[in-house]
């Protein structure tokens, strides 16, 4: 589903106009993502969280010449679906 389906789909199950909605979700991406460069994790009831997490440095091997290379630290986003989605999926 594209960004624009999503408005459309959301504006036709509200009483919102199409740019109100596009406004709103805007509004919310951008909360997220503030929340997110703050460290913190955003919960969305009965869908799920995100989290940004911190993966390690590690070792990688090209598997046709042997060639290790160190891959340094970064920080990575993470979806956790709540039990309520995974239910949901699980008997689709």
């Known amino acids: 589903m594209t960004t624009k389906e999503l408005i459309s789909n959301i504006a036709g199950r509200s009483q919102l106009t199409k740019s109100q909605v596009a406004d ?3 509004a919310t991406e951008d909360l997220i993502i503030q929340r997110l460069l703050d460290g913190n994790s955003v919960g ?3 869908f799920g969280t995100l989290e ?3 993966k390690k ?3 990688s091997v090209h598997p046709r010449t042997g060639e290790r290379k160190m891959i340094p630290p970064k920080q990575q986003i993470a979806f956790k679906p709540s039990q309520n ?3 949901e999926i699980k008997n689709w």
């Open 44 to 46: 969305i009831q009965g």
């Open 24 to 26: 709103l979700l805007d």
């Open 52 to 54: 940004v997490r911190q």
């Open 85 to 87: 989605l995974k239910d």
């Open 57 to 59: 440095e590690r070792i």
